[in-house]
Structure formats: structure tokens, C-alpha cells
């Protein structure tokens, strides 16, 4: 699924998404264009940003994304994991404290519910626009996104030929 980069993308089609449909994990991207990798985030926070609009030119209404929610909610996967994942295909990649106070915040954080057994976000930067830029090119991010999804499965979900 790709959401429109609007607050109402959240409440208008993720939420009802997540309510309606028995995920088994669900695995989070964003942009974070001036990132040089990888993120793994650890957790969302229930904040929102009153002073950066959406792509519909609108803030969020509260200062809180959910009035009675807790101020954090932690990633419902150990997030050390994904980020093994991601290192071990070669993706250089760390752990972030929190996914901001933008849309990727807002939709982790709607994400990790009980509903979900198992969420994680991930921002990548943008890809690599030369040999000199630091950045991973597309197919490196391919890659290490890949094993970020299947490190979200539990071992006996996995293939046998991905087993170790």
C-alpha cells in the first residue's frame, strides 16, 4: 500500500486498513531525504508537528495524534533484529530513536497496535546519485528492505531454504 502523503491517508484509509485486515507483520518505509542510510525506528511518539503541512497543505489538527493514547508506543519487534537483517546484505544501516513528528510518526504509530502483532518502520534516504555519493543505490536498499521484511516473520514462517 502507498499512502498519500496526507494526515487524512492515515485516518481515512491505514487505520481502517489495520482494523479490518489480520496481519501477520507489517513493514513501514518512509523517506528521510537528508538521511545518508538506513533507519530502523524504535518508536513512535504521539506528537504532531503543528509547523510542516502534508502534501494537501494541512497541519495536523491536535498537537497529540491519538487524545487518549500513551506519549510513545515501542516498535512490537525487537528493533537489533531488522537492523541484523538490514547489515547482514551489506545495508548500512542504524537505529533511530523515533520517527519523527511528520506523516512516517503518525502512521507508525497507528500502526502499533495490538491489531498488529508485529510493526516496524524503516526510513531510507534517497538513493545514491553518483560514485561519490554515500548514499545506497536503489538495489542495495532492494536488498537490505527484503531482509528487514522477512527478520519481521518468526523462524518457523520463514522458507526452509532461508533457514540458518
Known amino acids: 500500500l502507498v499512502l498519500p502523503t496526507a494526515y487524512s491517508a492515515i485516518t481515512d484509509v491505514f487505520e481502517p486498513l489495520i482494523r479490518e485486515t489480520a496481519f501477520d507483520a507489517v513493514l513501514l518505509i518512509g523517506v528521510a531525504a537528508r538521511r545518508r542510510m538506513l533507519s530502523v525506528e524504535v518508536r513512535a511518539v504521539n506528537r504532531v508537528s503543528r509547523l510542516f503541512p502534508d502534501a494537501s497543505g494541512r497541519v495536523g489538527a491536535r498537537l497529540t495524534y491519538d487524545r487518549h493514547g500513551p506519549f510513545q508506543r515501542r516498535a512490537s519487534v525487537e528493533p537489533g533484529r531488522i537492523l541484523r537483517a538490514i547489515r547482514s546484505k551489506g545495508g548500512r544501516a542504524r537505529l533511530s530513536i523515533d520517527a519523527g513528528r511528520y506523516l512516517c510518526n503518525a502512521t507508525y ?51 526452509r531454504a532461508r533457514r540458518r
Open 109 to 159: 504509530y497507528a500502526a502499533l497496535t495490538p491489531r498488529v502483532p508485529r510493526a516496524i518502520f524503516v526510513h531510507v534516504p534517497l538513493p545514491r546519485r553518483g560514485a561519490r555519493d554515500g548514499r545506497p543505490s536503489l538495489r542495495e536498499m532492494e536488498r537490505a528492505l527484503r531482509a528487514a521484511a522477512l527478520a519481521l516473520l518468526p523462524s518457523s514462517d520463514l522458507p
